[in-house]
């Protein structure tokens, strides 16, 4: 499938992570029948996959401690699956996912990544997955209710959980004054991707043929790889800059790098 590049770049600024739904807002067949489209099409590498479950969520999710990270009346939920065997599964799947909740937004649904607290078992059993798949993360998609209520906005710390690090203190290589137009574009779209608890686990290189994503490796894992959170970090990079006009290619590298988007010439 080809990427909707301005669709889902519009969709970046929109898309914040939402754990509450509006149980009265059910979606309507033709949203649903979009939501498993894009689900089986946007599948750009062969070892990662999402799948769409249209039954309520409740018992696929646990909160963390107390009501931290829990997700209430979801009306369905994604499954994104990996191939272990893959030596990038983490970054292939974190690409993929976000790409399908980029489109979840454009559609006006909101989403959550959400990779720790879920009941793994149930739903592997739900959508099947082979002895080399592992589900590595899941969202909950649905209406989110209107607006935040105080338990939803005392979890994610009054809001201060979609604040991002300023690029200054992610980006090295060619100094800013040096940078085509697409490369600030780019980088900021990829500044805005979220991560488990917000770790913003990346930094990046600007050079003079491409862009290259590296791991932080310092910090607390929470049992949920840095990589996947750089996958989705890299779908956010490629989209603005094609929407930007430049099209290029990743190349995945060994850690502590992730990947090059190497421009085309
Ligand atoms: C890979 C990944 C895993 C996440 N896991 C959880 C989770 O287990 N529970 C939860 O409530 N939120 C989870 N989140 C959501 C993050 O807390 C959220 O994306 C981050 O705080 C940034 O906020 P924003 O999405 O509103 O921009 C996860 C996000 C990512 C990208």
Known sequence: MEIPFSRWHLAIDKRRSRRHFDAKLPMAPEIV??????????????????????????RVFRGIIGGYGKVKDAPAFIAFVGNMDDPFVQEKVG?????????????????????????????????????????????PVGYARESEQWEERL??????????????????????????????????????????????PWSF???????????????????VSKRLDCGIAMLHLEVAAVDSDCKGEWGFLPSPQVAKFKIRS
């Open 155 to 200: 979890m994610t710390g009054f809001g201060r959980s979609h604040n991002r690090l300023a690029l200054p203190k992610l980006v090295r290589g060619l100094p800013r004054e040096t940078w085509p137009g697409w490369v600030n574009v780019s980088l900021e779209a990829a500044r805005l991707a979220p991560s488990a608890v917000n770790r913003q």
């Open 205 to 223: 290189e600007v050079q003079d043929d491409g862009i290259t994503i590296s791991v932080r490796t310092r910090g607390p894992g929470f049992n």
């Open 95 to 139: 690409y993929t996912g976000e790409g399908i909740i980029l489109e979840a937004t454009a559609l006006g649904l909101s989403t959550c990544w959400v990779a720790g607290f879920f009941k793994r078992e149930i739903v592997t059993s739900i959508i099947g997955v082979s002895n080399k798949e592992r589900v590595l993360a899941i969202t």
């Open 33 to 58: 029948a979009a939501l498993d489209r894009v689900c089986n099409r946007f599948a750009p590498f062969p070892g990662a996959r999402s799948c769409l479950v249209t039954e309520s969520a409740k």
